[in-house]
């Protein structure tokens, strides 16, 4: 039982920058491994990154390599995704999810929050 908000979505001009947020509830995301995900119109949802736990692994999609940077601060229950440099193909609805384990590989997260836009104009 893990809710999972995101907010920091909204417009922004090619090679700005937005910080995402995920709050989560409850004590248990320290304990658990989180991700982001974006799904850009008529695609389909694929991972934007990952973390770990402890912060300690972390995934970035090839796309986003060297832009973005996921991060987690515990003690909030909170996880984060810098993007800069965007660019208008990084417009998506981006949404964060987490499962129980110290760390995943796989896509079948078992919270999922409800999805924040992002929009890069050019």
């Known amino acids: 039982q893990v809710q999972l908000v995101e907010s920091g979505g909204g417009l922004v001009q090619a090679g700005g920058s937005l910080r995402l947020s995920c709050a989560a509830s409850?004590?248990?995301?320290?304990?658990?491994?989180m991700a982001w995900y974006r799904q850009a119109p008529g695609k389909e949802r694929a991972i934007v990154a990952r973390?770990?736990?402890?912060?300690?692994?972390?995934y970035y999609a090839d796309s986003v390599k060297g832009r973005f940077t996921i991060s987690r601060d515990n003690a909030k229950s909170t996880g984060y995704l810098q993007m800069n440099s965007l660019k208008p193909e990084d417009t998506a609805v981006y949404y964060c999810?987490?499962?129980?384990?110290?760390?995943?590989?796989?896509?079948?997260?078992?919270?999922w929050g409800q999805g924040t836009q992002v929009t890069v104009s050019s």
């Open positions: 409850g004590r248990a995301f320290s304990r658990s491994a």
């Open positions: 999810a987490a499962i129980p384990r110290s760390d995943y590989y796989g896509n079948e997260y078992d919270y």
């Open positions: 973390i770990s736990s402890g912060g300690g692994s972390k």
